[in-house]
């Protein structure tokens, strides 16, 4: 599976932001798609993730309530709706994608072994 990270920029705090994320490559049925972020001088986590093929999406407690995150089948594409945003948002966030049945580890950085380039979100205060 191969990804593409766009929409990134620099924003105020407060503002919103929608970031992209192209999918290509084989069918994606058994896959859950997922945004991750990296700040600076830190470890990658967990944002939110989703099953491509339907179901509950999993947002991590920061950003719960603020982002939200959807798909579109048809285009292959998925997205990151992000609201209220803060300074601690400010990160490189990466769509990526992980195989199998996940549903008790989803939420784990190691399990998603594909990732698009990233795309980076400042915000300032």
């Known amino acids: 599976v191969q990804l593409q990270a766009s929409g990134g920029g620099l924003v105020q705090s407060g503002a919103s932001l929608r970031l992209s994320c192209a999918l290509s490559g084989r069918a994606f049925h058994g896959y859950h798609v997922g945004w991750l972020r990296q700040a600076p001088g830190k470890e990658r986590e967990f944002v939110t993730t989703m099953k491509w093929s339907g179901g509950a999406t999993v947002y991590a407690d920061s950003v719960k309530g603020r982002f939200t995150m959807s798909r579109d089948i048809a285009k292959k594409m998925v997205y990151l709706q992000m609201n209220s945003l803060k300074a601690e948002d400010t990160a490189v966030y990466y769509c990526?994608?992980?195989?199998?049945?996940?549903?008790?580890?989803?939420?784990?950085?190691?399990?998603?072994?594909?990732w698009g380039q990233g795309t980076l979100v400042t915000v300032s205060s």
């Open positions: 990526a994608t992980a195989y199998g049945a996940i549903s008790t580890t989803r939420t784990r950085v190691d399990v998603y072994g594909d």
